[in-house]
């Protein structure tokens, strides 16, 4: 959409990435992973906010960020569970595809719940609420127990929407699921 959130994109980016490869270390729980990961958005905001002169202005974005978690079993030989941790604010998606059984599964099923419109992402970093606060109406964390062979895919929401079947009114019978609307899938 322009200079200026490509930029804050990269800038979020950047001190997201910054912030967790320092904390990585001390993350011994989920707890501690959506603890981090939420107080990497913090530091997102208040980089993107402050001063720069190499800025092309004030810019907003979403964000997406996550960790691949292995889980300590109760005793040594035991084995190991992983989850997947993450924090979003906005309408990026994150997928978990079942090694297993292929299913594909919305872990951000809920965040694009509370929009106001086709163009509202739903919430954002940047200096968008009275020119100083970040819109936090969809901020969440998620979690969800994994396989070693799963996969998990993120994308933002251009992806998502020139991809996702319903998006592209593509009916579920097309494409061979038993049910007649979308509506009715997602029950």
């Not at 402050?50 to 997406?64: A, I, R």
């Not at 090694?99 to 419109?117: A, I, P």
């Not at 998620?142 to 070693?148: A, K, L």
């Not at 079947?165 to 007649?180: G, N």
Request: include cysteine; glycine fraction near 6%; hydrophobic fraction near 35%.
């Amino acid at each position: 959409w322009g200079e200026r959130p490509r930029y804050a994109a990269m800038k979020c980016r950047d001190s997201v990435l910054a912030y967790l490869s320092t904390s990585l270390s001390i993350m011994k729980t989920i707890q501690d992973v959506q603890s981090h990961l939420l107080r990497s958005f913090t530091e997102a905001q208040r980089i993107l906010c402050g001063e720069d002169s190499n800025s092309p202005g004030p810019g907003s974005t979403t964000l997406l960020a996550g960790i691949y978690l292995e889980l300590c079993g109760e005793s040594a030989s035991s084995p190991h569970d992983w989850a997947f941790v993450c924090a979003s604010i906005g309408d990026c998606k994150a997928f978990l595809i079942e090694h297993d059984t292929l299913k594909v599964r919305d872990l951000t099923q809920d965040n694009r719940s509370n929009l106001n419109g086709d163009n509202d992402c739903g919430g954002r970093l940047g200096a968008v609420i009275n020119g100083s606060s970040a819109d936090l109406r969809n901020l969440r964390t998620y979690c969800v127990q994994c396989q070693p062979q799963d996969m998990i895919v993120v994308v933002s929401d251009g992806v998502h929407d020139n991809m996702h079947p319903q998006m592209l009114a593509v009916p579920p019978r097309e494409l061979k699921l038993d049910f007649d609307s979308w509506e009715e899938a997602e029950k």
